[in-house]
C-alpha cells in the first residue's frame, strides 16, 4: 500500500523490460517498475497500488468535507435562529 510519500517517489521510475528468454516468454514481455526505494513492481501491482492509495485519499477527503457541510448545515441554524429572535 502506497502512502502519500511514496507515490511521490513513484514519480522519478525506471520503466525497464526483461530481456527477451525463450524458455520463459511470460517474463519476457512482462514491464516492470522498480522504486526509488529498490521495490519492483509489475505495471498492474503498480496501478493497484495507485487506485487503493487514490481511494484512500478521496475517501479521506469526502469525510472532511462531509464533517465540514455539517458544521455549515449547524452554522446555517444558528443564523437563522439568532435572526428570528432579532425580530
Not at 510519500?5 to 514481455?29: F, H, S, T, W, Y
Not at 503498480?46 to 448545515?73: H, P, V, Y
Request: charged share 30%.
Amino acid at each position: 500500500m502506497m502512502g502519500r510519500k511514496e507515490m511521490g517517489r513513484l514519480k522519478k521510475q525506471q520503466v525497464e523490460e526483461e530481456p527477451c528468454n525463450a524458455n520463459n516468454l511470460d517474463a519476457a514481455i512482462t514491464t516492470t517498475i522498480t522504486t526509488n526505494d529498490g521495490r519492483v513492481l509489475t505495471i498492474s501491482q503498480f496501478i493497484s497500488s495507485f487506485d487503493e492509495a487514490a481511494k484512500r485519499r478521496l475517501e479521506i477527503m469526502n469525510q472532511k468535507l462531509r464533517g465540514m457541510e455539517m458544521q455549515m448545515e449547524a452554522l446555517e441554524a444558528e443564523m437563522i435562529k439568532a435572526d428570528n429572535s432579532s425580530d
